[in-house]
C-alpha cells in the first residue's frame, strides 16, 4: 500500500512570516521536518506543498521533492489535496504539519497503522495527554474528547470535558483526564479528496477547526494516544525554544 506524506509549507503566517524557511542552526525549518519524516518506517514518499518560490527553491536545494500549489488555497487540507489528486498510486495520504521540525518518525508510524489494520476506517490523528493547566487553558492548544473505542467525540479550543468543580482540574490533569491533538492527519486518499470537497461546517466555522467538519459529517477520526512530545513552532518564542531544543535533537 503506497504510503505518501505530503507536508503544507505556506510562507505567509500570519504569527511568524517565512516560517518555512526560520533558520533552525544550520538548516531551515522544513528542511528540518522533511528530514524527521524521512524517520518513518512506513512512508514511500515525501513531498512538500508550498505556494512560494522561495520554499521551493529551499526544498530543491537539499535535495527533497516539492510540488507548487495556487496561492488561493484556504487550508492545509485543501493543499495538501491538490498534490495527492496528482498522485495516482497514492493510497494513503499523511498530512504532516510544516511546522513540527522535530516529528517522530514512530509516531507517524503509529499514526498510520490503524488505517492498515482496519480496512473501513477513513481518517486517524494523534493525541496526548494534557499536564499542565497553561495547554488546558491555551486556546492555540486543541482539546479532545473520545470514545472507548477511541473515535474523536469532539475537537476544541475549550477545555474539555467541563468540569463542574473547579478545583478538581489539577486532580484531573494528574489522572490524565484531559488530551490535546497533535495536528498529524492519516487518511485515506479517495476520502481525503471527498472531505475537502465538502461545505465548511458550523462548528468548524466556530472553532476555526477543520477536522470538525470530518465528524459533523458522520465519518470517525480514530485518534491514537502517544507520549513523545511535540513541538510545533508557530512564534517567535516557539522558534527560540526549537532552536534551543535543536542544539540536543541533532
Do not use: C
Request: net charge negative.
Amino acid at each position: 500500500m503506497k504510503i505518501t506524506a505530503i507536508i503544507p509549507a505556506r510562507y505567509g503566517s500570519t504569527r511568524l512570516p517565512g516560517k518555512p524557511l526560520a533558520q533552525i542552526l544550520d538548516k531551515p525549518m522544513i528542511e528540518w521536518v522533511y528530514k524527521s519524516v524521512r524517520k518513518s518506517r512506513l512512508v514511500e514518499r515525501i513531498i512538500v506543498a508550498t505556494d512560494d518560490q522561495r520554499v521551493y527553491d529551499a526544498v530543491k536545494n537539499f535535495g527533497g521533492e516539492v510540488v507548487m500549489t495556487p496561492e488561493d488555497m484556504q487550508t492545509g487540507s485543501d493543499r495538501i489535496a491538490y498534490v495527492a489528486n496528482q498522485l495516482p498510486d497514492a493510497e494513503i495520504v499523511i498530512n504532516v504539519q510544516g511546522d513540527e521540525p522535530f516529528i517522530s518518525g514512530s509516531i507517524i508510524d503509529d499514526a498510520v497503522m490503524p488505517l492498515l489494520v482496519d480496512p473501513k476506517l477513513q481518517v486517524s490523528t494523534l493525541v496526548k495527554k494534557i499536564t499542565t493547566q497553561d495547554d488546558l487553558n491555551n486556546p492555540s492548544v486543541v482539546k479532545v474528547v473520545f470514545d472507548n473505542f477511541s473515535n474523536a467525540i469532539y475537537f476544541s479550543r475549550s477545555p474539555i470535558p467541563y468540569l463542574r468543580e473547579g478545583d478538581l482540574i489539577q486532580s484531573a490533569l494528574d489522572s490524565g483526564r484531559f488530551y490535546k491533538h497533535i495536528g498529524l492527519y492519516v487518511y485515506r486518499k479517495e476520502f481525503l479528496l471527498y472531505y475537502t470537497r465538502l461545505p465548511q461546517s458550523s462548528l468548524e466555522d466556530a472553532e476555526k477547526l477543520e477536522q470538525l467538519r470530518i465528524l459533523e459529517n458522520g465519518y470517525d477520526i480514530r485518534v491514537v494516544e502517544t507520549e513523545i512530545e511535540s513541538i510545533s513552532v508557530d512564534t517567535a518564542e516557539d522558534l527560540y525554544k526549537a532552536r534551543t531544543y535543536a542544539l540536543s535533537f541533532s
